[in-house]
């Protein structure tokens, strides 16, 4: 059995943050934002928060990108480290989740839609956000047990 509550999904990149929201039954996750990514200060911290306080989220699900051998890459670390400053920065759970091939799934049904790459940069982060939730409740559905690893606040490696 999945739990209720509106979650929303984080596709963090070196440039831009995706965000997908689910409805409040858990079933399906649709695209929110691009959020600019604020390497130098935390004001995409301060967004993500003020969308989850809007969409009264009951938990933040970030994608953790692992490649295909299943080995850490930086952007597994960069990820990481953004989740448990999320973490920090929220008043609900934050999980990470495999995203293996989250970004390549969003540009090829953009594809589909007759979208382009090149003109879908910020769409693309708000697809593959998308794609990151979907598939954590997808996870959770099946399994009856929250997807990925619960982020711990002080964590950071």
Do not use: C, W, Y
């Amino acid at each position: 059995m999945i739990r209720s509550g509106t979650r929303l999904g984080i596709d963090v990149g070196k440039a831009r943050i995706g965000v997908a929201r689910s409805d409040p039954h858990a079933i399906l996750a649709t695209p929110v934002e691009t959020v600019p990514r604020d390497q130098s200060g935390s004001a995409d911290l301060a967004r993500i928060a003020e969308l989850a306080n809007e969409m009264s989220a009951m938990e933040l699900v970030v994608g953790l990108p692992i490649n295909l051998s299943g080995r850490r890459t930086p952007s597994t670390d960069d990820a990481e480290n953004f989740a448990h400053r999320l973490a920090a920065a929220v008043a609900v759970p934050v999980r990470l989740v495999d995203e293996r091939l989250s970004t390549t799934q969003a540009q090829g049904q953009l594809r589909q839609s007759g979208r382009n790459t090149k003109n879908s940069r910020g769409i693309i982060d708000q697809a593959a956000a998308v794609v990151i939730l979907q598939h954590a409740l997808d996870a959770e559905r099946t399994s009856g047990n929250a997807p990925g690893v619960a982020v711990e606040i002080g964590g950071s490696q």
